[in-house]
């Protein structure tokens, strides 16, 4: 093996030493504390990331196809907004599907910027996606989005175009949306256009049971998404969890306007993980998601707090999801 190999080997091998560590500290701290929660962002390694594919395909999770809905109607309104040449920013790309609508409708982007933590999971969908679009350049970042990051320099003298859908701005509290808002901002620069999908919240359109199948779908796949953040704290952390004696659930919370899941021992039992012995009793949850939801209100007015203006907001056609696109005045003064 010769010696840049070796050493490409060694920092890729700290890479993952230290993501381990990160997950490990993560984990203890969020078990020992008085009420058990687990950072969301832990649900997407392999076979993560693989179960949300298929949440996304279930006929109860109607968030992802009302989301693609609105972007086939308004892909060319967006198209339009980007203007030519334009570079395309996605937080949190996962499979990198929904962003071929954009693709489509921009005329000649430069680059793709696709930002994710699962790095295999997005070298692959981006490996997908430069063979159908050989004309723009792919800049993959392996990172996490809620962090501080560096984006490579991009081709092009277009716009920047972020992207972020999904509604997975609603996995953050409303004040770390907004920060993270505030810092998509940073990253995008003055001039730049944000595109982000959001999930409404219930209202006399959208009863709370739309909500609640969403998240408890009957063939269990959320079920199994949820439970395999334990599976993953088993193989990676060598913990001893029985998924078997873990049950998911998921509420909508109408007064804090958000779907909760958990996961709720069965029984009183100790768990080892990492060298510790962590007891839960029968009936205690591990919280290990919110899934925040907003009016269009609350969302321009948390937006506009961040340093965005809202140029346009959509909605399907039942009132159940949105697209807004934000602005960011072309000087900072501005
Ligand atoms: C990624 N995120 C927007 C999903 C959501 O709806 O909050 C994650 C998810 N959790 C359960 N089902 C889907």
């Given at each position: 093996m010769s010696a840049l190999k070796t050493l490409a080997r060694s920092a890729a091998e700290a890479t993952e030493e230290a993501a381990t560590a990160a997950f490990r500290t993560d984990v203890l701290t969020g078990l020992m504390a008085p009420r058990k929660a687990l950072p969301p962002?832990?649900?997407?390694?392999e076979a993560g990331s693989r179960l949300f594919d298929l949440i996304c395909r279930l006929?109860?999770?109607?968030p992802t196809r009302t989301e693609l809905g609105i972007l086939h109607a308004r892909a060319g309104d967006i198209g339009a907004i980007a203007g030519a040449g334009a570079t395309l920013i996605e937080f949190?790309?996962?499979?990198?599907?929904?962003?071929r609508l954009l693709l489509d409708a921009?005329?000649?982007?430069?680059a793709y910027v696709p930002i994710d933590i699962s790095g295999a999971h997005m070298r692959a969908a981006v490996a997908r996606l430069g063979r159908d679009y050989p004309g723009v350049a792919m800049l993959p970042v392996e990172a996490d989005f809620t962090r501080p990051l560096a984006v490579p320099?991009?081709?092009?003298q277009g716009r920047r175009l972020g992207f972020f859908p999904g509604?997975?701005?609603?996995?953050?509290t409303p004040d770390a949306a907004a920060g993270f808002l505030a810092n998509a901002g940073e990253v995008l620069g003055p001039g730049s256009a944000f595109v982000v999908g959001f999930d409404l919240a219930e209202s006399a359109a959208k009863g709370a049971e739309v909500l609640h199948a969403a998240y408890n779908d009957r063939q269990g796949v959320t079920a199994a998404f949820n439970l395999n953040l334990l599976a993953r704290i088993n193989r990676e952390l060598g913990a001893n969890f029985d998924l078997a004696r873990f049950r998911h659930d998921a509420f909508y919370d109408r007064a804090e306007r958000r779907v909760e899941m958990h996961l709720e021992s069965l029984a009183d039992q100790r768990v080892r993980i990492a060298g510790e012995s962590i007891r839960f009793a029968r009936g205690e949850t591990i919280h290990t998601e919110n899934s925040c939801k907003y009016t269009p209100a609350a969302f321009a007015r948390m937006a506009r707090h961040a340093g965005w203006a809202q140029r346009v907001i959509w909605t399907d056609p039942r009132e159940w999801f949105a697209v807004t696109v934000l602005e960011r005045a072309v000087s900072d003064a501005g």
């Open positions: 962002k832990y649900f997407y390694d006929p109860e999770y109607y949190g790309s996962g499979s990198s599907e929904k962003v921009m005329a000649a982007p430069a320099a991009m081709a092009g509604s997975t701005i609603g996995n953050f």
